[in-house]
Each structure stands twice: as C-alpha cells, then as structure tokens.
C-alpha cells in the first residue's frame, strides 16, 4: 500500500446491532480520505450475525476484509489476528463502537508525519485536551483510573490510559509487537505497551474525543481483577523474573 495508508481493525464479538452502522461510517470516512484505507473486521464467533455482516460488508466494498477463526479466544487474539494481516503504513485498532471519532485517525496519522521518532501512538482519555462528550459512570471511571495508577505503582508501565481503544502503530513497530503478543483477554493493551517498551519503541500518548458506549463487554469486578492479574504475569514473563 501507499506510504501514507492506513489500516484499521476493528474486533467484533456479538456486535451484530452496533456493527452496522459503524461499517456505514467507516466506508463513507474512507471514501473521503486523501489516503488509502484498508478495514480489517475481525470476528469473534458468537451467538449472534455479525459473521454474516461482517462478510457482507466486505463483498460490497473493495477495501474491507473479514477474518474469523472456529473458536472465540478473545479481544488481544482478535486485534493480534487483524494487525499481523494489515498492509498499512499506519495500524489502527479501535473499538466497534467508535468511541473516538474517526476524525481522530487524521490527527494520529500527521502526528506520526511530523514525528519521525514516534512508533506507537496511545489515545488517553485522561490527558488534559482530551474531549470526553459523553462520560463512563463514575464507578467505571474510578475503576479505570485506579487499575492504571497500580499499574504505575507496580512499574508495569508510565502510561496513563491502558484500555483506551484507540491505539495506532507504524507498521514495523506493530508486526514486531503483534508477532510477540499472546494475551487473549482484555488485559491484552497492557502486554501491547510492555513490549513496546521492551523493544525500546517510542510511545506517545495523545488527547482523542470520548463519547462512551454504555455497552461495554468488560465484566467491572471481575475482568478487572483478571486483567490485572494477567497484566502482572506477563510483566514478570517479559522481565525474565520467576
């Protein structure tokens, strides 16, 4: 692909109602783009449609591409799945809901235009020209910046907004990530920024605009506690400690 192009994917698990319309958006986005766009829609097998829109979708347009596989294995095998096949310059993953607006994507790519030295761009909803035009609950709002603040605590990692789905990558610095992540589950982000890390990429986080989705698969308590878990483990696995 071009120098400029960008990839996007996007993991979709049961998302046969919100699918749709974001596929609408995103074809009608890339028709008007100065670059050429690729979309990956990478579904998790599930109980309901979404295979069958996702397949759809990519018939009628030429630059989208449906992957799947026989077993649901998670967000982090999703959004490895569609990264590793992506021939983009610039390597997006974002959520099926579009939480951060596509415009976003135009001011991630001239950023990594105008940075040379920045492999790995981080969207942070906590950073101070963020826009959030539509919050989270208090309770998941706290719940998220907590989990992040042991994260710090525990030198996992410096960056402020882990989950945030809204993540971009030079396309070198993704197949080098990708190839070596192995996390299935939601804690997956984290493993993403650790190995980064380990590689001695350039991370950056940048503002984005948040309009939240009450639809969250994220189970509160429980994922949490789990992600934080896996999150400690594969730090010591990438660490080298026992």
Same mark, same amino acid.
């Given at each position: 692909?071009?120098?400029?192009? =960008?990839? *996007? ?7 046969? @109602? ?9 074809? @009608?986005?890339a /028709? ?6 690729? =979309? ?20 009628? !347009?030429?630059n &989208? ?11 982090g095998?999703? =959004? ?24 976003? =994507? ?5 950023? &990594? @235009?105008?940075?040379?030295? /920045? ?16 919050? !989270?609950?208090?309770?998941? !709002?706290?719940?998220?910046q ?66 939240? $989705?009450?639809? $969250? ?14 999150? *400690? @483990?594969?730090?010591?696995e ?5």
């Amino acid at each position: 692909m071009p120098p400029d192009s =960008v990839s *996007i994917v996007i993991p979709a698990y049961n998302e046969a @109602r919100r699918l749709p319309p974001t596929l609408d958006e995103l074809a @009608r986005w890339a /028709a008007g783009c100065a670059w050429a766009v690729e =979309v990956w829609i990478v579904v998790e097998p599930g109980t309901d449609g979404t295979r069958e829109i996702a397949a759809e979708a990519a018939a009628r !347009q030429p630059n &989208f591409r449906m992957l799947t596989y026989a077993e649901h294995r998670g967000k982090g095998h999703a =959004v490895r799945t569609g990264a590793l096949a992506a021939t983009g310059a610039f390597v997006f993953y974002m959520d099926c809901d579009l939480s951060v607006p596509l415009r976003d =994507v135009e001011s991630f790519v001239r950023y &990594f @235009r105008e940075h040379p030295e /920045a492999d790995v761009l981080v969207g942070n909803r906590q950073h101070a020209q963020s826009r959030i035009t539509v919050r !989270q609950s208090w309770l998941r !709002q706290r719940m998220g910046q907590t989990f992040n603040a042991i994260l710090r605590r525990l030198t996992l990692t410096g960056v402020q907004d882990t989950q945030c789905g809204f993540k971009a990558f030079r396309r070198e610095a993704a197949k080098a990530i990708f190839s070596r992540q192995r996390l299935d589950g939601f804690a997956f982000d984290v493993e993403v920024l650790l190995l980064a890390q380990k590689l001695g990429l350039r991370v950056v986080d940048l503002p984005v605009e948040w309009r939240n $989705s009450p639809e $969250s698969k994220v189970r509160l308590v429980r994922d949490s506690v789990q992600m934080l878990r896996d999150a *400690i @483990r594969i730090r010591r696995e990438l660490s080298g400690q026992p």
